[in-house]
T-cell receptor
């Protein structure tokens, strides 16, 4: 079945450690996105990519990094510079970037500090 | 100013009744899209319905309809014949602008809907 796969479902980070969240899609979508969700809040955009080898910062990019080497993959690294990484991370993709194209989401990764 | 405002933190509705979840938005763009997503307790975000700023008809998808009032900048979600499985968080979101600038979805803070027997 076509969809977006995020792994792992749960992730724990030690102080000073970088961790990478995986996002893979087989929908043949051009655009991919990473969002962060804190309890009781909506989603905030971290990074997005419209095409392979290109990505842009969202509203809260500090302390995060991404790469887009393949169309189907958009991994997110939470670096040690991100001082408050505990959150629910959601990856999404869309066919393009026109305003009428919905984003489809993965099941998310919950990141916690040890 | 908030771009998307959802003023109802929580709502209750009886099974088989209809419920309206409120959403107001703020944008100076002429071209924009409005979306509603459902987030069950498991966490995934499920796309429900879309309304374009130039659409003259209100969007409908099965039991979901969107009451779009452009002059009031409101895009309320109506769920008819509520079911227990409708219990979840519901988020209104907006995408502004044309191609190239329309990548960002701005989300509201959500409304938690609880369907009761």
């Amino acid at each position: 079945d076509g969809g977006i796969t995020q792994s792992p479902k749960y992730l724990f980070r030690k102080e000073g450690q970088n961790v990478t969240l995986s996002c893979e899609q087989n929908l043949n979508h051009d655009a991919m996105y990473w969002y962060r969700q804190d309890p009781g809040q909506g989603l905030r955009l971290i990074y997005y990519s419209q095409i392979v080898n290109d990505f842009q910062k969202g509203d809260i990019a500090e302390g995060y990094s991404v790469s887009r080497e393949k169309k189907e993959s958009f991994p997110l690294t939470v670096t040690s510079a991100q001082k408050n990484p505990t959150a629910f991370y959601l990856c999404a993709s869309s066919q393009g970037v026109k305003s009428n194209q919905p984003q489809h989401f993965g099941d998310g990764t919950r990141l916690s500090i040890l | 100013a908030q771009k998307i405002t959802q003023t109802q933190p929580g709502m209750f509705v009886q099974e088989k009744e209809a419920v309206t979840l409120d959403c107001t938005y703020d944008t100076s763009d002429q071209s924009y899209g409005l979306f509603w997503y459902k987030q069950p307790s498991s966490g995934e975000m499920i796309f429900l319905i879309y309304q374009g700023s130039y659409d003259e008809q209100n969007a409908t998808e099965g039991r979901y309809s969107l009451n779009f009032q452009k002059a009031r900048k409101s895009a309320n979600l109506v769920i008819s014949a509520s079911q227990l499985g409708d219990s979840a968080m519901y988020f209104c979101a907006m995408r502004e602008g044309e191609t190239g600038t329309a990548s960002k979805l701005t989300f509201g803070t959500g409304t938690r809907l609880q369907v009761t027997l």
